[in-house]
């Protein structure tokens, strides 16, 4: 019984590890996008 919940619980940790990686690649494509805007906003300017 506690085997099948250790292998639930490291399951868990995987998917939350991934969804981790998935936030940070994320939040990394919308600054790089946010500072492109600026940069064509500067160079329009």
């Known amino acids: ?3 099948r ?3 639930a619980t490291s ?3 995987k998917l939350c ?3 981790a990686e998935f936030v940070v690649i994320s939040l990394a ?3 790089i996008v ?3 805007e600026a ?3 500067i160079e329009r300017s």
């Open 5 to 7: 919940i250790s292998h």
């Open 29 to 31: 494509c919308s600054v």
């Open 39 to 41: 940069i064509a906003t």
């Open 1 to 3: 019984m506690s085997a």
């Open 17 to 19: 590890q991934k969804q």
């Open 11 to 13: 399951l868990w940790e």
């Open 34 to 36: 946010r500072c492109e």
